[in-house]
DNA sequence: GGCACACAACCGAACGATCGGTACATTACT
DNA sequence: AGTAATGTACCGATCGTTCGGTTGTGTGCC
Protein backbone atom coordinates (compact mmCIF):
# COMPACT_ATOMS: atom_id res chain seq x y z
CA UNK A 1 0.00 0.00 0.00
CA UNK A 2 1.10 3.64 -0.56
CA UNK A 3 -0.08 6.37 1.41
CA UNK A 4 0.15 6.36 5.28
CA UNK A 5 -3.52 6.27 6.81
CA UNK A 6 -3.08 8.94 9.34
CA UNK A 7 -4.85 12.12 10.04
CA UNK A 8 -1.80 14.11 9.17
CA UNK A 9 -0.81 12.66 6.33
CA UNK A 10 1.03 14.86 3.78
CA UNK A 11 -0.51 18.08 4.99
CA UNK A 12 1.34 19.93 3.11
CA UNK A 13 0.83 18.51 -0.84
CA UNK A 14 -2.10 16.40 -0.39
CA UNK A 15 -5.25 17.80 -2.03
CA UNK A 16 -7.50 15.03 -0.60
CA UNK A 17 -8.44 13.15 2.77
CA UNK A 18 -6.24 10.53 3.91
CA UNK A 19 -6.83 7.61 2.28
CA UNK A 20 -4.86 4.31 1.42
CA UNK A 21 -3.35 4.54 -2.43
CA UNK A 22 -2.93 1.27 -3.93
CA UNK A 23 0.05 1.38 -6.82
CA UNK A 24 -2.44 1.52 -9.07
CA UNK A 25 -4.83 4.13 -7.76
CA UNK A 26 -1.18 6.40 -8.31
CA UNK A 27 -0.91 5.35 -11.17
CA UNK A 28 -4.39 6.25 -12.62
CA UNK A 29 -3.70 9.56 -10.98
CA UNK A 30 -0.45 10.10 -12.83
CA UNK A 31 -2.38 8.96 -16.43
CA UNK A 32 -5.20 11.77 -15.56
CA UNK A 33 -2.33 14.43 -15.73
CA UNK A 34 -0.61 13.09 -18.34
CA UNK A 35 -3.28 12.55 -20.39
CA UNK A 36 -4.42 16.25 -20.06
CA UNK A 37 -1.17 18.10 -20.45
CA UNK A 38 1.01 15.03 -22.44
CA UNK A 39 5.00 14.16 -21.27
CA UNK A 40 5.99 17.47 -22.26
CA UNK A 41 3.37 19.58 -20.41
CA UNK A 42 3.61 17.65 -16.96
CA UNK A 43 6.18 18.54 -14.44
CA UNK A 44 7.40 16.17 -11.47
CA UNK A 45 5.51 19.11 -9.40
CA UNK A 46 2.38 17.86 -11.01
CA UNK A 47 2.40 14.83 -10.61
CA UNK A 48 3.55 14.93 -7.13
CA UNK A 49 0.22 16.76 -6.21
CA UNK A 50 -2.01 14.72 -7.79
CA UNK A 51 -0.76 11.79 -6.26
CA UNK A 52 -0.23 13.33 -3.22
CA UNK A 53 3.07 11.51 -3.31
CA UNK A 54 6.65 13.50 -2.11
CA UNK A 55 8.99 14.04 -5.48
CA UNK A 56 11.37 10.91 -3.29
CA UNK A 57 7.90 9.08 -2.84
CA UNK A 58 7.73 9.05 -6.41
CA UNK A 59 10.88 7.90 -7.11
CA UNK A 60 10.36 5.08 -5.04
CA UNK A 61 7.81 3.69 -7.08
CA UNK A 62 9.14 4.88 -10.36
CA UNK A 63 13.33 4.75 -9.90
CA UNK A 64 13.73 5.64 -13.17
CA UNK A 65 12.28 8.78 -13.18
CA UNK A 66 9.42 10.56 -15.05
CA UNK A 67 10.09 8.05 -18.03
CA UNK A 68 9.09 5.38 -15.91
CA UNK A 69 5.97 7.26 -14.60
CA UNK A 70 4.85 7.62 -18.26
CA UNK A 71 5.65 3.45 -18.92
CA UNK A 72 3.68 2.26 -16.23
CA UNK A 73 0.73 4.62 -16.94
CA UNK A 74 1.12 3.05 -20.85
CA UNK A 75 1.34 -0.89 -19.31
CA UNK A 76 -1.92 0.26 -16.83
CA UNK A 77 -3.75 1.93 -20.01
CA UNK A 78 -3.21 -1.32 -21.45
CA UNK A 79 -3.99 -3.72 -19.05
CA UNK A 80 -7.68 -1.57 -18.52
CA UNK A 81 -8.16 -1.60 -22.52
CA UNK A 82 -7.34 -5.12 -22.34
CA UNK A 83 -10.14 -5.71 -19.94
CA UNK A 84 -12.63 -3.14 -20.86
CA UNK A 85 -12.04 -3.14 -24.22
CA UNK A 86 -10.17 -5.76 -26.37
CA UNK A 87 -11.65 -9.12 -24.52
CA UNK A 88 -15.22 -7.98 -24.62
CA UNK A 89 -14.92 -7.76 -28.82
CA UNK A 90 -13.32 -11.51 -28.90
CA UNK A 91 -15.62 -12.98 -26.42
CA UNK A 92 -18.92 -14.17 -26.26
CA UNK A 93 -22.31 -12.30 -27.42
CA UNK A 94 -23.25 -11.27 -31.16
CA UNK A 95 -20.75 -9.43 -33.14
CA UNK A 96 -23.81 -6.73 -32.90
CA UNK A 97 -23.68 -6.70 -29.01
CA UNK A 98 -20.01 -6.56 -28.49
CA UNK A 99 -19.69 -3.48 -30.86
CA UNK A 100 -22.64 -1.96 -28.93
CA UNK A 101 -20.56 -2.64 -25.89
CA UNK A 102 -17.11 -1.10 -27.29
CA UNK A 103 -19.15 2.08 -28.22
CA UNK A 104 -20.40 2.01 -24.80
CA UNK A 105 -17.11 1.39 -23.30
CA UNK A 106 -15.46 4.41 -25.33
CA UNK A 107 -17.97 7.08 -24.69
CA UNK A 108 -17.96 6.41 -21.31
CA UNK A 109 -13.78 5.99 -21.10
CA UNK A 110 -13.89 9.35 -23.26
CA UNK A 111 -16.61 10.67 -21.50
CA UNK A 112 -18.70 11.84 -24.59
CA UNK A 113 -15.92 13.32 -26.28
CA UNK A 114 -14.86 15.54 -23.07
CA UNK A 115 -11.46 13.98 -22.07
CA UNK A 116 -8.03 13.30 -24.38
CA UNK A 117 -6.53 10.26 -25.65
CA UNK A 118 -3.77 9.28 -24.06
CA UNK A 119 -2.18 8.25 -26.91
CA UNK A 120 -2.68 10.24 -28.94
CA UNK A 121 -1.52 12.37 -26.75
CA UNK A 122 2.31 10.57 -26.40
CA UNK A 123 2.13 9.61 -30.49
CA UNK A 124 2.64 14.01 -30.88
CA UNK A 125 5.39 15.24 -28.20
CA UNK A 126 8.67 15.45 -28.76
CA UNK A 127 9.35 11.74 -26.55
CA UNK A 128 7.61 9.56 -29.28
CA UNK A 129 10.40 7.54 -29.83
CA UNK A 130 11.12 6.37 -26.31
CA UNK A 131 7.54 5.17 -26.27
CA UNK A 132 6.69 3.88 -29.80
CA UNK A 133 6.59 0.18 -28.46
CA UNK A 134 4.43 0.34 -26.19
CA UNK A 135 2.00 2.54 -28.29
CA UNK A 136 2.54 0.48 -31.42
CA UNK A 137 1.20 -2.27 -29.45
CA UNK A 138 -1.97 -0.74 -28.30
CA UNK A 139 -3.09 0.21 -31.60
CA UNK A 140 -2.34 -3.49 -32.66
CA UNK A 141 -4.12 -5.01 -30.19
CA UNK A 142 -7.06 -2.87 -30.44
CA UNK A 143 -7.47 -3.19 -34.58
CA UNK A 144 -7.03 -6.74 -33.67
CA UNK A 145 -9.73 -6.83 -31.50
CA UNK A 146 -11.86 -5.09 -33.91
CA UNK A 147 -10.73 -7.01 -36.73
CA UNK A 148 -11.55 -10.09 -34.74
CA UNK A 149 -15.40 -9.25 -34.27
CA UNK A 150 -15.85 -8.39 -37.95
CA UNK A 151 -14.62 -11.98 -39.35
CA UNK A 152 -17.28 -13.30 -36.58
CA UNK A 153 -19.78 -11.25 -38.28
CA UNK A 154 -19.16 -12.81 -41.51
CA UNK A 155 -16.43 -9.85 -42.92
CA UNK A 156 -13.73 -10.76 -45.30
CA UNK A 157 -10.21 -10.82 -43.15
CA UNK A 158 -8.94 -7.85 -45.42
CA UNK A 159 -12.01 -5.33 -45.63
CA UNK A 160 -11.86 -6.56 -42.02
CA UNK A 161 -8.60 -5.18 -41.30
CA UNK A 162 -9.49 -2.43 -43.65
CA UNK A 163 -12.40 -1.04 -41.27
CA UNK A 164 -10.84 -1.64 -37.96
CA UNK A 165 -7.87 0.73 -39.10
CA UNK A 166 -11.15 3.20 -40.47
CA UNK A 167 -12.76 2.94 -36.85
CA UNK A 168 -9.64 3.96 -34.29
CA UNK A 169 -8.73 6.52 -37.05
CA UNK A 170 -12.28 7.60 -36.57
CA UNK A 171 -12.29 7.51 -32.73
CA UNK A 172 -8.76 9.34 -32.31
CA UNK A 173 -9.73 11.91 -35.29
CA UNK A 174 -13.22 12.72 -33.61
CA UNK A 175 -11.22 13.10 -30.37
CA UNK A 176 -9.12 15.73 -32.14
CA UNK A 177 -11.66 17.72 -33.73
CA UNK A 178 -14.01 17.82 -30.37
CA UNK A 179 -11.13 19.58 -28.76
CA UNK A 180 -10.20 21.62 -31.89
CA UNK A 181 -13.87 23.02 -31.98
CA UNK A 182 -14.73 22.60 -28.64
CA UNK A 183 -17.87 20.35 -29.14
CA UNK A 184 -17.91 17.09 -27.52
CA UNK A 185 -20.61 16.15 -29.99
CA UNK A 186 -18.16 15.95 -33.10
CA UNK A 187 -17.05 12.37 -31.23
CA UNK A 188 -20.48 11.67 -29.89
CA UNK A 189 -21.69 11.97 -33.83
CA UNK A 190 -19.11 9.77 -35.15
CA UNK A 191 -19.84 7.26 -32.37
CA UNK A 192 -23.23 6.62 -33.15
CA UNK A 193 -22.81 5.73 -37.14
CA UNK A 194 -19.46 3.52 -35.96
CA UNK A 195 -21.75 0.55 -35.78
CA UNK A 196 -23.36 0.96 -39.39
CA UNK A 197 -19.71 1.88 -40.61
CA UNK A 198 -18.08 -1.22 -39.01
CA UNK A 199 -21.44 -3.86 -40.07
CA UNK A 200 -22.48 -2.23 -43.16
CA UNK B 1 14.32 41.52 -43.73
CA UNK B 2 15.45 39.84 -41.22
CA UNK B 3 19.41 38.93 -40.93
CA UNK B 4 22.09 40.70 -42.45
CA UNK B 5 23.50 39.47 -45.62
CA UNK B 6 27.45 39.36 -44.17
CA UNK B 7 29.26 36.40 -44.65
CA UNK B 8 30.35 36.20 -40.68
CA UNK B 9 26.61 36.72 -40.51
CA UNK B 10 25.54 34.57 -36.84
CA UNK B 11 28.42 32.11 -37.19
CA UNK B 12 27.73 30.41 -34.13
CA UNK B 13 24.23 29.50 -34.29
CA UNK B 14 23.07 29.43 -37.75
CA UNK B 15 22.99 25.78 -39.61
CA UNK B 16 22.51 27.26 -42.62
CA UNK B 17 24.26 29.59 -45.47
CA UNK B 18 24.29 33.41 -45.01
CA UNK B 19 20.75 34.17 -46.22
CA UNK B 20 18.16 36.92 -46.35
CA UNK B 21 15.38 35.72 -44.29
CA UNK B 22 12.08 37.35 -44.44
CA UNK B 23 9.46 37.00 -41.32
CA UNK B 24 7.43 34.79 -42.84
CA UNK B 25 11.02 32.46 -43.64
CA UNK B 26 10.77 32.55 -39.63
CA UNK B 27 7.82 32.00 -38.67
CA UNK B 28 8.08 28.87 -41.19
CA UNK B 29 10.89 27.62 -39.82
CA UNK B 30 8.96 28.34 -35.96
CA UNK B 31 6.48 25.87 -37.25
CA UNK B 32 8.30 23.61 -38.20
CA UNK B 33 9.77 22.94 -34.73
CA UNK B 34 6.01 23.65 -32.99
CA UNK B 35 5.01 21.24 -35.50
CA UNK B 36 7.01 18.16 -34.20
CA UNK B 37 7.38 18.79 -30.79
CA UNK B 38 4.34 20.60 -29.63
CA UNK B 39 4.01 24.06 -27.43
CA UNK B 40 5.28 22.19 -24.37
CA UNK B 41 8.36 20.48 -25.94
CA UNK B 42 9.55 23.62 -27.79
CA UNK B 43 12.19 25.41 -26.02
CA UNK B 44 13.38 28.76 -27.11
CA UNK B 45 16.97 27.77 -27.68
CA UNK B 46 15.52 24.79 -30.14
CA UNK B 47 13.51 28.04 -31.89
CA UNK B 48 16.65 29.65 -31.92
CA UNK B 49 18.93 27.01 -33.57
CA UNK B 50 16.03 26.68 -36.24
CA UNK B 51 15.70 29.97 -36.90
CA UNK B 52 19.69 31.31 -36.51
CA UNK B 53 18.60 33.94 -34.61
CA UNK B 54 19.32 34.24 -30.86
CA UNK B 55 16.93 34.41 -28.53
CA UNK B 56 16.77 38.24 -27.51
CA UNK B 57 16.19 38.50 -31.69
CA UNK B 58 13.33 36.22 -31.14
CA UNK B 59 12.07 38.69 -28.59
CA UNK B 60 12.97 41.51 -31.15
CA UNK B 61 10.12 40.28 -33.56
CA UNK B 62 7.85 38.31 -30.89
CA UNK B 63 7.58 40.74 -28.08
CA UNK B 64 5.42 38.68 -26.15
CA UNK B 65 7.68 35.79 -26.11
CA UNK B 66 7.00 31.86 -26.49
CA UNK B 67 3.14 32.48 -27.05
CA UNK B 68 3.40 35.30 -29.59
CA UNK B 69 5.58 33.05 -31.50
CA UNK B 70 3.20 30.55 -31.40
CA UNK B 71 0.21 32.83 -32.38
CA UNK B 72 2.04 34.11 -35.25
CA UNK B 73 2.72 30.33 -36.80
CA UNK B 74 -0.79 30.05 -36.31
CA UNK B 75 -1.67 32.48 -38.12
CA UNK B 76 0.49 32.01 -40.83
CA UNK B 77 -0.41 28.69 -41.04
CA UNK B 78 -4.01 29.82 -41.50
CA UNK B 79 -3.16 32.05 -44.25
CA UNK B 80 -1.28 29.12 -45.94
CA UNK B 81 -4.19 26.71 -45.46
CA UNK B 82 -6.61 29.39 -47.33
CA UNK B 83 -4.26 30.18 -50.43
CA UNK B 84 -3.65 26.38 -50.88
CA UNK B 85 -6.45 24.49 -49.60
CA UNK B 86 -9.77 26.50 -48.78
CA UNK B 87 -9.92 28.86 -51.39
CA UNK B 88 -9.09 25.98 -54.54
CA UNK B 89 -12.15 24.08 -52.76
CA UNK B 90 -14.03 26.77 -53.03
CA UNK B 91 -12.74 28.22 -56.44
CA UNK B 92 -13.22 27.06 -60.08
CA UNK B 93 -13.91 23.25 -61.83
CA UNK B 94 -15.46 20.73 -61.08
CA UNK B 95 -16.30 19.55 -57.90
CA UNK B 96 -14.57 16.16 -58.34
CA UNK B 97 -11.40 18.30 -59.41
CA UNK B 98 -11.14 20.43 -56.61
CA UNK B 99 -11.63 17.61 -54.17
CA UNK B 100 -8.79 16.04 -56.17
CA UNK B 101 -6.89 18.87 -55.44
CA UNK B 102 -7.67 19.07 -51.54
CA UNK B 103 -6.08 15.47 -51.51
CA UNK B 104 -3.11 16.23 -53.53
CA UNK B 105 -1.91 19.08 -51.50
CA UNK B 106 -3.08 16.88 -47.96
CA UNK B 107 -0.45 14.37 -49.42
CA UNK B 108 2.52 17.06 -49.90
CA UNK B 109 1.57 18.83 -46.51
CA UNK B 110 1.88 16.16 -44.51
CA UNK B 111 4.19 14.39 -46.67
CA UNK B 112 2.92 11.13 -47.54
CA UNK B 113 1.37 10.91 -43.99
CA UNK B 114 4.76 10.88 -42.01
CA UNK B 115 4.40 14.85 -40.69
CA UNK B 116 2.39 16.00 -38.07
CA UNK B 117 -0.52 18.32 -37.96
CA UNK B 118 0.08 21.12 -35.74
CA UNK B 119 -3.46 22.08 -35.22
CA UNK B 120 -3.65 18.48 -33.26
CA UNK B 121 -0.47 18.86 -31.49
CA UNK B 122 -2.14 22.50 -30.34
CA UNK B 123 -5.34 20.81 -29.18
CA UNK B 124 -3.57 18.51 -27.23
CA UNK B 125 -0.86 20.38 -25.26
CA UNK B 126 -1.59 22.30 -21.89
CA UNK B 127 -1.89 25.00 -23.44
CA UNK B 128 -5.30 24.44 -25.59
CA UNK B 129 -7.24 27.10 -23.84
CA UNK B 130 -4.64 29.90 -25.17
CA UNK B 131 -4.88 29.30 -28.65
CA UNK B 132 -8.28 28.08 -28.52
CA UNK B 133 -9.88 31.07 -31.13
CA UNK B 134 -7.38 30.50 -34.18
CA UNK B 135 -7.82 26.70 -33.76
CA UNK B 136 -11.41 26.47 -33.59
CA UNK B 137 -11.52 29.15 -36.67
CA UNK B 138 -9.37 26.75 -38.54
CA UNK B 139 -11.35 23.83 -37.96
CA UNK B 140 -14.25 25.72 -38.99
CA UNK B 141 -12.94 27.13 -42.24
CA UNK B 142 -11.80 23.90 -43.19
CA UNK B 143 -14.94 21.93 -42.53
CA UNK B 144 -17.00 24.94 -44.72
CA UNK B 145 -15.02 25.17 -47.53
CA UNK B 146 -15.67 21.15 -47.30
CA UNK B 147 -19.29 21.54 -47.19
CA UNK B 148 -18.95 24.34 -49.83
CA UNK B 149 -17.75 21.57 -52.84
CA UNK B 150 -20.31 19.09 -52.17
CA UNK B 151 -22.82 21.50 -51.69
CA UNK B 152 -22.01 22.28 -55.50
CA UNK B 153 -21.55 19.11 -56.04
CA UNK B 154 -25.43 18.71 -55.43
CA UNK B 155 -25.18 17.21 -51.77
CA UNK B 156 -27.74 18.72 -49.47
CA UNK B 157 -26.26 21.30 -47.22
CA UNK B 158 -26.98 18.84 -43.74
CA UNK B 159 -25.22 16.33 -45.56
CA UNK B 160 -22.26 17.90 -46.50
CA UNK B 161 -21.57 19.30 -43.41
CA UNK B 162 -21.89 15.98 -41.39
CA UNK B 163 -19.38 14.48 -44.57
CA UNK B 164 -17.20 17.62 -44.12
CA UNK B 165 -16.90 16.64 -40.54
CA UNK B 166 -15.95 12.94 -41.11
CA UNK B 167 -13.25 14.03 -43.56
CA UNK B 168 -11.65 16.02 -41.44
CA UNK B 169 -11.79 13.50 -38.69
CA UNK B 170 -10.66 11.25 -40.91
CA UNK B 171 -7.55 12.91 -41.55
CA UNK B 172 -6.81 13.92 -38.45
CA UNK B 173 -7.34 10.73 -36.69
CA UNK B 174 -4.79 8.86 -39.57
CA UNK B 175 -2.45 11.63 -39.04
CA UNK B 176 -2.41 10.37 -35.54
CA UNK B 177 -2.66 6.64 -35.79
CA UNK B 178 0.03 6.77 -38.54
CA UNK B 179 2.34 8.31 -36.11
CA UNK B 180 1.32 5.57 -33.53
CA UNK B 181 1.83 2.87 -35.78
CA UNK B 182 4.70 3.93 -37.54
CA UNK B 183 3.01 3.35 -40.65
CA UNK B 184 2.69 6.27 -42.86
CA UNK B 185 0.17 4.11 -45.10
CA UNK B 186 -2.45 4.55 -42.47
CA UNK B 187 -2.60 7.92 -43.33
CA UNK B 188 -2.26 6.95 -48.06
CA UNK B 189 -4.60 4.89 -47.29
CA UNK B 190 -7.13 6.90 -46.01
CA UNK B 191 -6.30 9.76 -49.26
CA UNK B 192 -6.78 7.72 -51.49
CA UNK B 193 -10.76 6.41 -50.30
CA UNK B 194 -11.47 9.92 -49.29
CA UNK B 195 -12.61 11.16 -52.07
CA UNK B 196 -14.97 8.09 -53.14
CA UNK B 197 -16.26 8.69 -49.26
CA UNK B 198 -17.17 12.53 -49.88
CA UNK B 199 -18.91 12.01 -53.34
CA UNK B 200 -19.95 8.15 -52.27
C1' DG C 1 29.61 64.81 -50.23
C1' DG C 2 30.18 64.63 -45.20
C1' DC C 3 28.21 64.29 -40.72
C1' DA C 4 25.08 63.58 -36.87
C1' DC C 5 21.38 61.11 -35.43
C1' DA C 6 17.53 57.70 -35.05
C1' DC C 7 16.32 53.33 -35.30
C1' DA C 8 15.89 48.54 -36.66
C1' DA C 9 18.37 44.26 -36.16
C1' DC C 10 20.87 41.57 -33.52
C1' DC C 11 23.94 39.72 -29.88
C1' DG C 12 26.04 37.75 -25.31
C1' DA C 13 25.23 37.50 -20.69
C1' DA C 14 22.61 37.16 -17.09
C1' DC C 15 18.14 36.91 -14.48
C1' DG C 16 14.91 34.30 -11.20
C1' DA C 17 12.27 30.29 -11.50
C1' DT C 18 11.59 25.75 -12.26
C1' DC C 19 13.02 21.59 -14.35
C1' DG C 20 14.14 16.39 -13.45
C1' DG C 21 16.75 14.06 -10.22
C1' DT C 22 19.65 12.76 -5.88
C1' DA C 23 21.46 12.22 -0.98
C1' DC C 24 20.45 11.25 3.35
C1' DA C 25 18.22 11.26 7.65
C1' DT C 26 13.90 10.16 9.71
C1' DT C 27 9.50 7.96 10.34
C1' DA C 28 6.29 4.07 10.16
C1' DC C 29 5.24 -0.58 9.91
C1' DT C 30 6.23 -5.63 10.41
C1' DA D 1 15.68 -5.01 14.25
C1' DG D 2 14.99 -4.27 9.65
C1' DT D 3 12.89 -2.62 5.72
C1' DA D 4 9.72 0.23 3.22
C1' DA D 5 8.15 4.83 2.85
C1' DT D 6 8.70 9.56 3.33
C1' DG D 7 10.42 14.55 4.20
C1' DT D 8 14.04 17.96 3.76
C1' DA D 9 17.42 19.85 1.49
C1' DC D 10 19.82 20.16 -2.18
C1' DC D 11 22.07 19.53 -7.11
C1' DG D 12 23.26 21.14 -11.96
C1' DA D 13 20.75 22.17 -15.99
C1' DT D 14 17.53 24.43 -18.47
C1' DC D 15 13.42 27.06 -18.70
C1' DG D 16 11.35 31.65 -20.59
C1' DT D 17 12.62 36.28 -20.18
C1' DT D 18 15.12 40.68 -19.78
C1' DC D 19 19.09 43.82 -20.00
C1' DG D 20 22.58 46.51 -21.90
C1' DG D 21 25.02 47.22 -25.67
C1' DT D 22 26.86 46.88 -30.70
C1' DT D 23 26.36 47.00 -35.49
C1' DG D 24 24.55 48.49 -39.73
C1' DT D 25 21.37 51.33 -42.47
C1' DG D 26 18.63 54.93 -43.75
C1' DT D 27 17.44 60.09 -43.12
C1' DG D 28 17.81 64.89 -42.65
C1' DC D 29 20.89 68.72 -42.36
C1' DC D 30 24.80 71.35 -43.60
Redesign the pocket.
Known amino acids: ??????VW??P??TCMPPALLSRDDVVDRLMTVFRHAGYDG?????LSQATG?????L???FPD???DMLLSVLERLAAQLRASLFEPLRGPGTPRKRIAAMIRTLDTFYVHGTEPCLLAQIVLGSTRGRFRAPLRAMFAEWMDAITCVLVDAGVSKTIARHRAEDAVVRIEGALVLAGGVDDAQVFTRMLKQLSAALLE
Open positions: MIGRCTYNLTTSLSELGKSSYHYGKD
